[in-house]
């Protein structure tokens, strides 16, 4: 009895050596010295709650607020950064970009300046970026385009400037896109409909051109769009039939852009479409009637239009925004 007792404790004492403890796991040094040089250019409002020197948590120390750490192995790695809100000034921070195992970066909020560096291309893991309410400047960086992984990018409500780079339709992943409210000019790339998973393409109130038949020349494009915002855009021409091919769409905005002709009958076709905003452009002709009888069109807005008399709007008018969980909130006027 007393030799099968003594084999089962060392049985459970080379059990217990086996496993690692992972209170006690290091923090990668790489990860500790990055956070380490954000904490020193950030204020006081980040780095009073940012004690200790290791982001993971050191002894009776907490992890700092914001950072979510993962264990690698016999370590322990930042994956995620959130630090909103909290009145951030100055550059975007380099050293973020040496954070290899970021899944989620989340600096919206803020008052950052200047461009984003292209060595964002190297966080091969990031799945959210979400950069929105900033002073950001300049191009956005084509490099954003080598991030694989990536299903939510967020950069609107900065001061972008350029075109939209056409690598963004290197992002298989990528599911909601938002350039809304800065600068950008050109014209929206094509290759954008070659996104199989995209679902919400958000580019209005920026300074961009072109036609909406351009945008989806690409046979078989945006087989998984449900919105589409161009709104307060300098977009011209008109509405093509094909159009009709986006069969997921559900919300198309075109409000305040510079469009004419005629409505074709075929959008009405387009199974779950649901919102339909028309007003403030140089559309004419007739609304066909196969819009007021489609069984998921709730709102339909054409004011601002040269439409022949007697044409009318479909539900209550409201005013159309987007809210920070990213879901679409409707306020009646």
């Given at each position: 009895?007393?030799?099968?007792?003594?084999?089962?404790?060392?049985?459970?004492?080379?059990?217990?050596?086996?496993?690692?403890?992972?209170?006690?796991?290091?923090?990668?040094?790489?990860?500790?010295?990055?956070?380490?040089?954000?904490?020193?250019?950030?204020?006081?409002?980040?780095?009073?709650?940012?004690?200790?020197?290791?982001?993971?948590?050191?002894?009776?120390?907490?992890?700092?607020?914001?950072?979510?750490?993962?264990?690698?192995?016999?370590?322990?790695?930042?994956?995620?950064?959130?630090?909103?809100?909290?009145?951030?000034?100055?550059?975007?921070?380099?050293?973020?970009?040496?954070?290899?195992?970021?899944?989620?970066?989340?600096?919206?909020?803020?008052?950052?300046?200047?461009?984003?560096?292209?060595?964002?291309?190297?966080?091969?893991?990031?799945k959210i970026l979400n950069l929105r309410w900033n002073k950001l400047q300049d191009a956005i960086p084509p490099?954003?385009?080598?991030?694989?992984?990536?299903?939510?990018?967020?950069?609107?409500?900065?001061?972008?400037?350029?075109?939209?780079?056409?690598?963004?339709?290197?992002?298989?992943?990528?599911?909601?896109?938002?350039?809304?409210?800065?600068?950008?000019?050109?014209?929206?790339?094509?290759?954008?409909?070659?996104?199989?998973?995209?679902?919400?393409?958000?580019?209005?109130?920026?300074?961009?051109?072109?036609?909406?038949?351009?945008?989806?020349?690409?046979?078989?494009?945006?087989?998984?769009?449900?919105?589409?915002?161009?709104?307060?855009?300098?977009?011209?021409?008109?509405?093509?039939?094909?159009?009709?091919?986006?069969?997921?769409?559900?919300?198309?905005?075109?409000?305040?852009?510079?469009?004419?002709?005629?409505?074709?009958?075929?959008?009405?076709?387009?199974?779950?479409?649901?919102?339909?905003?028309?007003?403030?452009?140089?559309?004419?002709?007739?609304?066909?009637?196969?819009?007021?009888?489609?069984?998921?069109?709730?709102?339909?807005?054409?004011?601002?239009?040269?439409?022949?008399?007697?044409?009318?709007?479909?539900?209550?008018?409201?005013?159309?925004?987007?809210?920070?969980?990213?879901?679409?909130?409707?306020?009646?006027?």
């Open positions: 009895m007393a030799l099968i007792s003594f084999t089962l404790l060392s049985l459970i004492l080379v059990s217990s050596l086996s496993i690692p403890n992972l209170a006690h796991c290091k923090t990668l040094k790489r990860d500790v010295k990055a956070l380490n040089e954000i904490k020193a250019s950030l204020g006081w409002r980040v780095v009073y709650a940012w004690v200790g020197d290791d982001p993971c948590g050191d002894g009776d120390l907490p992890a700092w607020s914001g950072v979510t750490c993962s264990t690698v192995g016999d370590y322990r790695v930042v994956t995620e950064l959130e630090v909103y809100a909290v009145s951030i000034v100055g550059p975007f921070p380099t050293a973020v970009t040496s954070l290899l195992d970021l899944t989620r970066l989340d600096l919206h909020n803020n008052k950052l300046t200047g461009p984003i560096p292209p060595q964002i291309g190297r966080l091969k893991r990031l490099e954003i385009g080598e991030l694989k992984s990536l299903t939510h990018l967020y950069l609107s409500f900065n001061n972008f400037k350029g075109e939209i780079p056409k690598e963004l339709a290197n992002l298989p992943n990528l599911r909601y896109l938002y350039l809304h409210e800065n600068r950008l000019t050109g014209r929206i790339p094509p290759e954008l409909g070659t996104l199989q998973n995209l679902r919400h393409l958000d580019a209005g109130n920026n300074h961009l051109v072109g036609t909406i038949r351009e945008l989806i020349r690409i046979e078989g494009c945006f087989p998984a769009l449900r919105n589409l915002y161009l709104n307060n855009n300098y977009f011209t021409g008109g509405i093509p039939a094909q159009l009709a091919n986006l069969t997921s769409l559900e919300i198309l905005y075109l409000s305040y852009n510079k469009m004419s002709g005629v409505i074709p009958s075929s959008i009405a076709h387009i199974p779950k479409l649901t919102y339909l905003y028309l007003d403030h452009n140089q559309f004419s002709g007739r609304i066909p009637e196969p819009f007021y009888k489609h069984p998921f069109l709730k709102e339909m807005y054409i004011e601002g239009n040269a439409f022949r008399p007697g044409v009318n709007p479909i539900g209550f008018h409201k005013v159309l925004e987007v809210s920070d969980a990213d879901f679409l909130v409707y306020f009646v006027l």
